[in-house]
């Protein structure tokens, strides 16, 4: 796979112009368009949904071993294309070298566990009243539709196409009109790694028209997002008529909470790259920070000197942390943020300002001590901007990290082992971490509380998404 795939991937083949929308990729480095990507329309919408219904018989009644050996072999063809991708991904949105390998390495891990989760998901028997056996068998649904966002296009891409394909489902995979290019080149390379045509389709498109489109075709049976929250709630709605399966993960606004007994060394050398990694454009990015009165004054300095270590640059070098933002767009929304802070008194205590005159940089953004009221503190800003307030009991501040729609992730830090149980029980959210900011293990459940989602990615828990419950009573 040396070139790019500039069109919908459908049965097998990449399907050439057909007069639809071209939509120009942008590099956020240089801001110059360096390709166009053909839009799906409607009538290739139908084309793949087609063909991935008339494809679901055969690959249902694969054996678990033929399944798990075609994830397998698709886990080798990423891997094998792995600094292609990452390329690809570095020109497309910006991502920083090292961490666009490091996502497609994570994707390659994803198909390798979801080849080997194949046969070891099963049903259960079940003691009944009445005399005979009652058992439960796991099915697969049908055709499952993936709608997957610009910010992590590769792993989030894997972690819904793979546990879906390992449970006997077919696919229709929607990228991000910013970020199409990587979802294309899976669909290739897993052709070539001999995965028989329409299982996986990959449409390009705008969410309006090709997301809406797949959330409300009779034929899809399941919708699996990843996205913003608005986005969520009107595939929701489209999908109800339908009563389509639904699984979402959605937006965040999540705390870091640091106590006065925490490892101050470790919580803030590692708290910055919590918020400010991929340029702050995470679900999961800590970007409220609560601080024990104690320690507010020590803690915010070595925050600012750890922030100011972190390298804004090309993300084409291998030193660079962080890159630009994925568009112009992007940019001034999160400078919108910091205007506000700004106007409204608040003290920007480092960054707020584009350290370049080209691209789509922003350097990473401190707000201090903002009222709850205040909109950086309050709305999801998915840019590099943090905010940092004290708090001097441990109730109130409960009562303020809780005080949010949103419950995605969270980190506390504290030498303390009891109170770090008692917090995380206390954090109305779905992924804690505790004397660290890593949220996303491949083996373990992702996903939100309250308006950051609906259901788990990741892990075995990511199976049950994907399958329907058949019961099954034999009487003696
Ligand atoms: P977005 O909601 O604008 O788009 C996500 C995808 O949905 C894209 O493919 C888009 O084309 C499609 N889409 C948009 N409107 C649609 C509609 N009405 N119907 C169907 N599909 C539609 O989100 P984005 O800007 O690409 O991504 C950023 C958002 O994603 C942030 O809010 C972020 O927090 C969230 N996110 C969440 C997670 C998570 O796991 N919880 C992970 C990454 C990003």
């Not at 506390?412 to 804690?432: C, F, H, K, P």
Request: include cysteine; glycine fraction near 10%; hydrophobic fraction near 40%.
């Amino acid at each position: 796979m040396k070139s790019l795939i500039t069109s919908p991937f459908i049965n097998g083949h990449s399907i050439g112009p057909k007069g639809n929308e071209l939509i120009p990729q942008t590099n956020p480095t240089t801001e110059e368009v360096f390709v166009e990507v053909q839009a799906a329309g409607l009538e290739e919408l139908e084309m793949a949904v087609q063909g991935a219904k008339s494809a679901f018989n055969g690959w249902r009644q694969r054996s678990p071993n033929e399944r798990a050996d075609m994830l397998y072999a698709i886990a080798h063809a990423i891997r094998q294309q792995k600094d292609t991708l990452a390329r690809w991904e570095t020109q497309n949105i910006g991502k920083p070298a090292q961490d666009a390998k490091d996502e497609i390495e994570l994707g390659a891990r994803i198909f390798e566990y979801y080849a080997g989760a194949v046969g070891k998901y099963f049903g259960h028997t079940i003691p009944v009243s009445k005399k005979g056996l009652n058992m439960t068998l796991r099915e697969p649904m049908g055709v499952v539709a993936a709608i997957v966002p610009w910010n992590f296009p590769f792993p989030i891409a894997c972690w819904k196409v793979a546990p879906a394909l390992a449970a006997g489902n077919t696919v229709i995979l929607k990228p991000s009109s910013l970020s199409p290019l990587t979802a294309l080149g899976l669909g290739k390379l897993a052709i070539e790694a001999g995965l028989p045509e329409g299982i996986l389709q990959v449409v390009p498109g705008r969410g309006r028209l090709i997301g809406e489109a797949l959330s409300r075709h009779p034929d899809v049976r399941k919708i699996s997002f990843t996205g913003s929250t608005q986005s969520g709630a009107r595939i929701m709605e489209s999908a109800a008529k339908g009563i389509k399966r639904v699984s979402l993960e959605l937006g965040g606004k999540s705390p870091n909470i640091i106590f006065a007994d925490a490892d101050l060394d470790s919580a803030a050398s590692d708290s910055p790259m919590s918020v400010f990694a991929n340029a702050g454009q995470d679900c999961c990015a800590r970007s409220r920070v609560f601080v024990e009165d104690a320690v507010f004054d020590e803690f915010v300095d070595r925050f600012i000197a750890a922030t100011s270590e972190l390298k804004v640059d090309d993300p084409g070098l291998a030193t660079t942390h962080i890159g630009p933002m994925v568009s112009k767009s992007q940019r001034e929304n999160a400078e919108a943020f910091i205007e506000q802070a700004r106007s409204s008194g608040r003290q920007i205590a480092s960054g707020g300002h584009r350290p370049f005159e080209r691209g789509y940089f922003l350097s990473p953004t401190v707000v201090l001590e903002p009222e709850v009221g205040d909109s950086c503190w309050r709305d999801e800003i998915f840019g590099p901007v943090v905010c940092i307030r004290r708090f001097k009991d441990e109730a109130t501040m409960l009562q303020e990290v809780n005080d949010t729609p949103y419950g995605l992730s969270g980190s506390i830090w504290t030498n303390q082992l009891s109170r770090a149980l008692r917090v995380a029980r206390a954090v109305e959210a779905g992924v804690l971490s505790i004397n660290t900011h890593s949220s996303v293990h491949v083996e373990a459940p992702f996903g939100g509380y309250k308006q950051s989602g609906i259901g788990r990615d990741l892990g075995m828990h990511a199976l049950d998404g994907y399958s329907e419950i058949k019961n099954i009573f034999i009487a003696e």
